[in-house]
């Protein structure tokens, strides 16, 4: 259900002007903790740490 | 019609087709040229396996479902098996850097991996970038496709270069005592053997057949997959970089690896450049060699007329019996397609900005032009030309005697000056060099007979010898 959303994230974000962070945390799609890990841009341009947050290390 | 949407709206989809929104819209977008992605069956193919490697990786590391990963591999099945074609139906021609490719092979899948898990088209159970395109992006995914498609068509192409290699051999055989003139600057030069011409476009391909080797074979295949929109992999999951590659082998049958810098390999398209670059270096010898056949063949009565070509067509709407030397013309067109379509890869691969080249559809849409018309090109050229080729000997053996370049032989040994004297006497008396040397009785008849033996001239190792006084 989760990932459905996320699908049409961007295009919520798109017409908020928000940031795709701001949406999510607005729809409490996770805990803010959680948020916070999810969208730390440096970890998105590592697979190795990124890859083991999707996977579920998230807490 | 089946109505479907996206983040734009809504769009009506054919029931009868496979494909989804993404494609249709795309199939519209972009219909100029009439060659779709269904005409470049190898490299879908490519994209299919791609598919199937990242779904089975998935499932292994616990990112997908395994009743879903099984129907998406059945799905990428149909496709890799050919059952799919006319679901391609996207120009190859398109903006976007192969995404409307990309999401029309995740469409298909999707939509029959649905079908075969609930019985009904649609994406409820299985959707075409959640699950189909999961841990990948376009911008991995379509240049390893285009990586493995080209070391497919290399395959392909040895065989025919093999194929013309042995053809040309056979004729460096047959034409190993027919000796002739050479030219350079296309005035007459010193004796040669056909033979010996013929092994030097034997060789050419005997040399093309390596640097072919060099640059596909006896090492893994380098490729971006798990680098996911830019190198940095984002969306992919735990396992995922290194099991998708575990994969990718076992499905395509191919060794594979990431290559060492996914960074480099985004932003610079230069593996192509240079696989068209040898093609292209392939091409221009293709071409020479066909030039080379035209010209010796041109006749049949007031040209060089020094060879025979296979007669396989009428030549002429209005001039009867005449014939044309179709297929090296058919190799001189392919050599000129071929580096029409390296300029075209150049400047796509120099345009690539910042992080990611995108011009890849029109890179595999010329790639594949120049490995198919290469590989076809070569075999018709084998078996329709360069077999059915007879050397006119008797032509070639006056010609090598009458030449002026023979005297070479005067000045090898009575010196230059002696040399021209003796060409511009036989020049003007319209006599052959061996006439002259023998009414100004330079040497005795039997030492004549040997200098001017046009065999003997071919063969260093034997005219050293007799240069160096072992003349009688």
């Not at chain 2, 496709?145 to 395959?155: L, M, N, P, Q």
């Not at chain 2, 090898?412 to 000056?417: F, R, S, T």
Request: a negative charge; glycine letters at 8%; hydrophobic letters at 40%.
């Amino acid at each position: 259900m989760k990932i459905k959303i996320l699908a049409t994230g961007g295009t919520i974000a798109v017409s908020a002007n928000k940031t795709v962070k701001q949406v999510v945390k607005e729809l409490k799609l996770f805990d803010d903790a959680e948020i916070d890990k999810l969208f730390d841009t440096l970890m998105m341009t590592d697979s190795a740490r990124s890859g083991k947050i999707f996977s579920g290390e998230r807490a | 019609m089946f109505k479907e949407k996206d983040c734009l709206g809504e769009l009506d989809v054919r029931e009868d087709v496979y494909y989804g929104i993404q494609t249709e819209r795309a199939r519209n977008n972009f219909a100029i040229s009439g060659t779709t992605c269904d005409d470049l069956p190898e490299f879908i193919k490519a994209v299919a396996e791609v598919k199937k490697a990242a779904a089975l990786a998935n499932c292994k590391i616990g990112a997908l479902d395994e009743k879903i990963c099984k129907a998406i591999c059945a799905a990428a099945d149909e496709i890799i098996s050919g059952k799919m074609r006319g679901n391609f139906p996207v120009d190859v021609f398109q903006g976007g850097g192969s995404t409307s490719t990309n999401m029309n092979v995740n469409e298909v899948i999707a939509k029959r991996a649905n079908e075969i898990l609930t019985g009904r088209k649609g994406y409820d159970a299985v959707h075409p970038n959640t699950h189909v395109n999961r841990g990948q992006s376009t911008n991995d995914v379509i240049p390893t496709a285009i990586e493995i498609t080209c070391y497919r068509y290399a395959v392909d192409l040895k065989k025919s270069l093999e194929h013309l290699t042995a053809a040309m051999a056979r004729k460096v055989d047959e034409f190993k005592t027919v000796v002739k003139t050479s030219r350079t600057c296309l005035q007459d030069a010193v004796p040669i053997t056909l033979g010996q011409e013929f092994s030097g476009y034997e060789n050419f391909l005997r040399r093309h057949i390596k640097l072919l080797d060099e640059l596909f074979f006896g090492k893994p295949l380098e490729l971006t997959l798990g680098g996911t929109a830019t190198g940095t992999g984002l969306s992919t999951f735990d396992g995922y970089q290194s099991e998708v590659f575990v994969q990718l082998r076992e499905v395509t049958g191919i060794d594979v690896k990431q290559k060492e810098n996914l960074f480099d390999g985004f932003q610079n398209g230069d593996d192509y450049i240079r696989i068209s670059a040898y093609l292209k270096s392939l091409a221009t010898g293709l071409g020479k060699i066909a030039t080379d056949l035209r010209m010796m063949s041109s006749g049949p009565r007031c040209g060089l007329q020094e060879i025979f070509l296979p007669a396989v067509q009428p030549g002429s709407s209005i001039m009867p019996g005449k014939v044309n030397p179709v297929m090296p013309e058919l190799v001189n067109q392919i050599c000129y397609q071929v580096c029409g379509d390296d300029v075209a890869i150049t400047m796509a691969v120099e345009g690539g900005e910042l992080d990611l080249n995108v011009w890849e559809p029109v890179i595999i849409k010329n790639l594949t032009e120049q490995f198919k018309i290469l590989t076809g090109g070569m075999i018709k050229f084998a078996d329709l030309c360069i077999d059915g080729i007879k050397a006119n000997v008797e032509k070639l053996r006056a010609d090598a005697e009458s030449t002026m370049a023979n005297a070479t032989v005067v000045s090898a040994i009575l010196g230059y000056v002696k040399g021209t004297e003796i060409a511009q006497k036989a020049v003007a008396e319209n006599k052959t060099v061996k006439q002259v040397v023998k009414e100004l009785k330079l040497f005795d008849d039997a030492e004549i007979d040997k200098l001017f033996d046009t065999l003997m001239m071919t063969d260093s190792a034997r005219s050293g010898k007799i240069f160096s006084g072992e003349r009688t």
